[in-house]
């Protein structure tokens, strides 16, 4: 039985992730912060009913002694790597955690993996919003990288010390360039989620607007279901390599709010209203990602619409607030 490691396992992509694993009959583990282990109602919701399934480990991705700990006594045959601070915005405003967790932890984590575990398979989750200022669309893996934002900034950092690894070090390591991913797992702080649960609150009456930046940002949207057997299907190639992970759509941040609200037969410019406070100081104007590589390899490609998705997210989120 393989032994997987997944840090970030009480995300939306490490609850998915650790499901898909669980089917496939791997033994699962996960790397939680103390914090999440003493506040199990709020921090493990997504992860609820696998409890009885997976083994957590308290661990902190700042701390290299702990994280050394953990390799080195569990020596996972797989690592996925998906925890990071991954809120743009809060990435404006502290910097320095971002980068102390989303590049620091990247590297603790690897050297460790090197030091103990040199024959893990790692998976190293980046991000289209390293692509950032695109002067070219779609994105693939050749695209230069521009990041606007210290999350991205973060991410390609991150992308560059993983295949330095894998190149200097003989790492099985492959990193994973996902654009946009949803689903009713999505914390409520991303604007996916934040549309889906205002759409259901106004249905129901408890909610009379949503507060939006700028509408205008497209994104390509995939549903984070799919992605994750992504992530599991690049650690099954023999080789590890790059791969861009997207649906070849993309929409408006507009489009997202209209398809919303169409679902419970409204219009959303009745109940939005803008604030130029939500606009980024630097922003993302178009993601539109070509997995043409991914899909010639080992034959991913997305299945799930954009409408379906969104239907989805409002109908979880109705059911959720009706209780």
């Known amino acids: 039985m393989r032994k997987a490691l997944i840090t970030g396992i009480t995300g939306q992509d490490g609850s998915y992730l650790a499901e898909l694993l669980l089917s496939k009959g791997y033994e699962v583990h996960g790397l939680v912060r103390r914090v999440a282990a003493d506040s199990l109602d709020h921090r493990y919701w997504r992860i609820r009913h696998l409890l009885g399934k997976i083994h957590l480990h308290c661990a902190t991705l700042e701390n290299y002694a702990s994280i050394l700990q953990l390799i080195s006594s569990l020596k996972p045959d797989d690592c996925y790597h998906l925890a990071a601070q991954s809120y743009i915005g809060y990435s ?79 790492l099985h390591a492959s990193c994973g360039i996902l654009f946009n991913h949803e689903s009713p797992r999505r914390g409520f702080e991303f604007v996916t989620r934040k549309i889906s649960s205002h759409v259901a609150m106004i249905k129901l009456g408890k909610a009379r607007q949503i ?18 057997e992504a992530m599991w299907l690049m650690l099954q190639s023999e080789v590890p390599d790059d791969f861009v992970i997207a649906t070849g759509e993309t929409h408006s941040v507009r489009d997202f709010l209209d398809t919303a609200f169409s679902c419970v037969g409204y219009d959303y410019r009745e109940f939005v209203r803008i604030s130029p406070e939500l606009i980024r100081p630097t922003d993302v104007d178009l993601l ?36």
């Open 211 to 228: 507060t939006m930046g700028n509408l205008d940002a497209k994104r390509d949207w995939g549903h984070a279901r799919e992605y994750t």
């Open 92 to 170: 404006f405003e502290d910097e320095f955690s971002t980068f102390e967790s989303n590049f620091g932890g990247t590297h603790y984590l690897l050297s460790a993996i090197k030091t103990y575990a040199p024959k893990c398979r790692v998976y190293f989750a980046g991000s289209s919003e390293m692509f950032g200022k695109v002067s070219v669309a779609p994105q693939n893996e050749c695209t230069p990288f521009h990041p606007r934002s210290a999350y991205g900034i973060s991410k390609v950092a991150g992308f560059h010390l993983t295949r330095n690894y894998r190149e200097a070090y003989d």
């Open 288 to 323: 539109l990602g070509d997995s043409t590589k991914a899909e010639k390899t080992f034959g991913w490609k997305a299945k799930v619409r954009f409408h379906d998705l969104v239907a989805e997210m409002v109908d979880s989120d109705l059911r959720a607030i009706k209780g």
